[in-house]
């Protein structure tokens, strides 16, 4: 029995000194990106020596058993492996914050890391959005509105057509702010602009967003005044698999989409493959439209110093459109309920209609614009490499629309001024094209209206270099080249006669003979010539812009502090060769250069590891926009006398908290904007075209905004945001009238100034002062909440509300006066609106491949709102024309498979 005892006792101390050995610990933390701060979706979790192992979910979040005294191992594509030995003790342990380095040698687009803002280092204000929640969020929205919950943006779909969505950055347009692939500028090299439909299918190939609000940190010649919006698409993935999926929604929405990756092989090569098709009706009447996305990617990885990737992305597709010109008054939409029937009447598209008793829109877009990246990685050594992106876009499309002469030339918009017109209308509301026809049949002078095409090809090349490496321990220094040269091709082609047998162009034909502009050597044959279909009238140019620029940067790190101090310097020229208004000696212009410059720099401090601090400031000098270059640039090579480089200020001051629970983000900016140059053209009552330029206007944008994420529970995340601006033009804008020839004219009849001497007399002036600025909401504000209930599982809510959005307006050469300046009055302020998005996904697993159903609802409510409109003579919203209401309730579902 003493014996028996004793070997009991012998055990249970044994037992109980081996339970305390081999004690499991509970260890919970967060992998993610040392660079951006974001979250690592799927990261793998092992026990270092077992099989032991969990993924991180779509916050990068992970919980994982361990044997005290053991090792976790952590791994994640495109990210170099890292261990955590657990030498706490306890039941549980909480390891916060795990940051992974990014491989340098593995494959990734080579050109991100000139472009992306670090967390807790870059002095900017910033807002990253991962593709989980732009796969959760977007459904059959416009790829911009994906944004719309960022502070200080403003997104709408304007005219509501696909594609031809709008975004704005604290109050500026998409020309004044830089939008970028993988670094690489996208903005038209002629007016700075971005069309979203040629970039529709971005939204399939987007790995992230990364949203730099004023200077930014792009390392680019020319940075942006509002900000930055930089998409990094999906690179050559060193791992295997692909996914396919199927979406449906309202209005004939139905969009297939596969991908595959065929996993790094041992040779040190890799492709990605990606193919989608999007079609459907319109959710506007009239706005059928059908769009592709195809994405290539192919990488070879020579040695630990090499990489070399080539990667092509394009989205063709063609739309029917409701252009912005057919918004509305708001009682005129009241007035044509009666041709909607049950539908809303904001669906109402004042050019849809029937031709020959098949439906017809005349106002159309078709264009394909890919972009080809040639990019090398060069390791140089261990603290130096060289980054290079070789590039290419080829653009090729056009804008179908209704002209005529200059009786009939605006028939074709479907309303003027915010009114129907009813000339050409049927009962039930739609354009009555049969009408056109028969007018054009029964004439005996050729067709009144006509259908044509305004091309809009291009060709642009250029290359981003960029240097970096390490001076000492704590300084980082970047430099590099910013070149880029475009050719864009504009022709209007006569397309469609509409039942007559030619067209007289007498509106601006007479422009180009040698009666009325001898210096060209014009043909007076051109008077009265009849046109048929596929004949070139009213433009037929190349512009050409050549761009060079440099840009460094230098970057202090040490402990608690970084800090920056950047510049850049660029030389923009504009040319052009017009085959239409000059004669074949004469057809190139002279080429004008204007040198730019840019210096920005700040400092972010660390108080401790929960709350950090930054300050930024810069001063830009930009060269003015190609169409101001010239007096008009559509037919003229005489040049803008009062082109002037324009120059921005900005100041920017900000706080951040970090911790798992709980992060915020409060910033407050001021930008101060000089010699905006402004634009306005029209006709003198002999037909001839006029433009007026105007310089001396100023603008000031300040604001604050503040975001935060909240994750109270495991399960559930609330996010939200809020954004105060106060946006006001300054100063007074002047300028003279100029014909297509250069002459400068007295008024808008036409009457050419002879006393030049006397020439002060004839400026146009528009008093600016104090004006607030229109197109965008200035308080914004969205709150957001999530909840996974159960495993695979989540479901979201978001709510967003815009104020204080004043009706936009353009200058306007018929208002502004000589002598005294014309005052501008305040513009109307449109209602504020918030709305409901809700958004619900589920995951399983069938058989052996990972499905996912998810769905979206937005506007769940059905709410009417008034998205933009333009202001009117009296500045209320009885004035207010081109009212355009946001779309109502719109749904989506999608089944997608991974494997």
């Known amino acids: 029995m003493k014996k028996h005892l004793i070997h009991f006792l012998l055990v249970a101390v044994l037992s109980i000194f081996s339970a305390a050995a081999f004690a499991q610990t509970t260890v919970r933390g967060q992998l993610v990106d040392s660079e951006t701060g974001e979250p690592l979706v799927g990261a793998a979790v092992m026990v270092e020596g077992t099989s032991q192992g969990t993924v991180t979910d779509i916050d990068g979040y992970f919980k994982q058993s361990v044997a005290q005294g053991g090792t976790l191992l952590f791994k994640y594509v495109g990210f170099k492996d890292l261990k955590k030995k657990i030498t706490q003790k306890g039941a549980s342990v909480d390891l916060g914050a795990i940051k992974m380095e990014p491989d340098a040698v593995m494959l990734a687009d080579v050109t991100i890391t000139s472009s992306i803002a670090v967390a807790r280092k870059t002095p900017v204000a910033v807002s990253t959005i991962d593709p989980v929640f732009i796969e959760e969020k977007l459904g059959t929205q416009e790829f911009p509105e994906i944004l719309k919950s960022t502070p200080g943006i403003y997104a709408t779909k304007d005219g509501g057509g696909f594609g031809d969505s709008k975004i704005n950055i604290r109050g500026f347009k998409s020309e004044n702010s830089a939008m970028m692939v993988n670094g690489v500028p996208m903005n038209g090299m002629e007016n700075n602009k971005v069309y979203w439909s040629n970039w529709s299918g971005l939204s ?261 270099s960029t240097y970096t490496t390490k001076l000492g321990e704590n300084f980082d220094f970047y430099g590099g080249i910013d070149f880029r040269y475009y050719k864009g091709l504009h022709q209007d082609i006569l397309t469609d006669l509409f039942g007559g047998t030619y067209f007289i162009d007498s509106y601006n034909r007479k422009n180009v003979t040698a009666e009325n502009n001898p210096a060209v050597g014009g043909n007076s044959s051109y008077i009265n010539q009849k046109l048929n279909v596929g004949d070139v009238l009213r433009r037929d140019y190349d512009g050409f812009v050549m761009y060079e620029g440099v840009f460094a940067q230098l970057e202090y790190n040490q402990d608690k502090l970084s800090a920056f101090v950047s510049g850049g310097a660029s030389n923009t020229g504009y040319w052009r060769y017009d085959r239409m208004y000059y004669s074949k000696d004469k057809a190139k212009s002279s080429t004008k250069n204007y040198l730019g410059g840019n210096i920005k720099g700040g400092a972010n401090y660390n108080l401790t590891e929960n709350h950090n601090i930054f300050v930024n400031a810069g001063y830009i000098n930009r060269a003015p926009m190609f169409d101001t270059s010239f007096i008009n640039s559509q037919t003229s090579h005489d040049r803008n006398p009062d082109a002037k480089n324009e120059k921005i200020m900005s100041f920017e001051v900000g706080y951040g908290y970090r911790s798992r629970f709980f992060t915020a983000n409060l910033n407050g900016y001021y930008t101060r904007w000089m010699d905006k140059a402004l634009y306005d053209s029209g006709t003198t009552q002999d037909g001839l075209r006029w433009a007026m330029n105007m310089t001396g206007a100023n603008a000031d944008h300040w604001g604050v905004e503040l975001d935060f994420v909240a994750k109270p529970l495991n399960w559930l995340d609330v996010t939200g945001m809020f954004s105060w601006g106060d946006w006001r033009w300054g100063g007074v804008a002047s300028g003279y009238l100029f014909d297509s020839q250069g002459q400068m004219l007295k008024n808008t009849r036409g009457d050419v100034v002879t006393d030049m001497a006397n020439a002060e007399q004839y400026q146009y ?86 499905a996912t159903l998810s769905g979206n609802v937005n506007n769940v409510l059905d709410q009417e709102y008034i998205a933009d409109a333009r202001d009117g003579s009296t500045h209320d919203w009885e004035s207010a024309t081109r009212v355009l209401y946001g779309f109502g309730r719109t749904y989506s579902v999608r089944l997608k498979f991974n494997f």
């Open 204 to 464: 399939d190939v987007t790995r992230s967003i990364q949203v730099q609000r004023g200077l930014g940190a792009a390392k680019v010649a020319s940075p942006a005044v509002g900000g930055s919006i930089n998409i990094i698409t999906k690179t050559t993935e060193a791992k295997k698999g692909g996914s396919v999926s199927y979406a449906m929604g309202n209005d004939g929405y139905n969009k297939i989409l596969f991908n595959l990756s065929s996993g790094l092989s041992k040779d040190g090569w890799a492709f990605s493959l990606l193919g989608a098709k999007t079609w459907g009706d319109g959710y506007i009447q009239g706005t059928e439209f059908e769009g592709y996305t195809w994405f290539v990617s192919i990488a070879k990885r020579f040695n630990d110093n090499h990489q070399l990737s080539l990667t092509a992305f394009g989205a063709p597709q063609w739309h029917n459109q409701r252009s912005n010109q057919n918004g509305l008054s708001i009682k005129e939409w009241q007035r044509v309920k009666q041709y909607m029937g049950e539908d809303s009447p904001y669906k109402y598209n004042s050019t849809f209609g029937y031709r020959h008793g098949q439906s017809y829109n005349s106002s159309k877009n078709s264009y394909h614009k890919p972009q080809i990246s040639l990019n090398h990685l060069w390791q140089i050594d261990q603290k130096s490499s060289l980054s290079t992106a070789l590039y290419v876009s080829i653009g090729r499309g056009d804008g179908y629309r209704g002209t005529g002469d200059s009786t009939y030339s605006n028939s074709w918009y479907g309303s003027t001024n915010g009114l129907v017109n009813t000339q050409f209308r049927r009962p039930d509301g739609t354009f009555d094209y049969d009408a056109v026809e028969t007018m054009n049949a029964e004439s005996t002078n050729g067709s009144k209206m006509v259908m044509s095409k305004m091309m809009n090809n291009h060709l642009w090349y250029g290359l981003l």
């Open 765 to 850: 002036q528009i008093d600016m002062d104090n004006v607030s600025v229109g197109g965008s909401a200035q308080t914004t504000a969205a709150l957001g909440l999530g909840v996974r209930p159960v495993k695979g599982l989540r479901l979201g809510v978001d709510w967003n509300f815009f104020s204080r959005n004043f009706a936009d307006y353009d200058i306007n050469a018929n208002v502004a006066t000589q002598n005294e300046p014309y005052v501008i009055g305040s513009p109307w302020k449109i209602p504020s609106y918030s709305t409901f998005d809700l958004s619900a996904g589920y995951t399983f697993d069938f058989g052996k491949i990972r």
